[in-house]
């Protein structure tokens, strides 16, 4: 099992930037493909970025491609969201995923980290 905690949320005015972090336990960090997600009030959850057991592959949803970018230490068990040029329409609850090899979806989620931007 693996257990994610988020950190690095707060508020920020909009232009500004944040970088979260998730922390995650366990021995086999480096063989799951780490996800960030977000929800914001009254919507479903959205995908915005996932990064490979590696490191070496990454896709990013279109709502954040040129402004966001994941990353990951599989030595310190921690994997990355850098946010640049955040808008309003970024606020949300930011949560981390982690897929097993053998999960068609991550499976397991930390708590979430709010982020706020204000106009």
């Known amino acids: 099992q693996v257990q994610l905690v988020e950190s690095g949320g707060g508020l920020v005015q909009a232009g500004g930037s944040l970088r979260l972090s998730c922390a995650a336990s366990g021995r086999t960090f480096s063989t799951y493909t780490m996800h960030w997600f977000r929800q914001a009030p009254g919507k479903e959850r959205e995908f915005i970025a996932r990064i490979s057991w590696s490191g070496g592959n990454t896709y990013y949803a279109d709502s954040v491609k040129g402004r966001a970018t994941i990353s990951r230490d599989n030595a310190g068990n921690t994997v990355y969201l850098q946010m640049n040029s955040l808008k309003p329409e970024d606020t949300a609850v930011y949560f981390c995923?982690?897929?097993?090899?053998?999960?068609?979806?991550?499976?397991?989620w930390g708590q979430g980290t709010q982020v706020t931007v204000s106009s």
């Open positions: 995923a982690a897929q097993s090899i053998i999960a068609l979806k991550p499976d397991y």
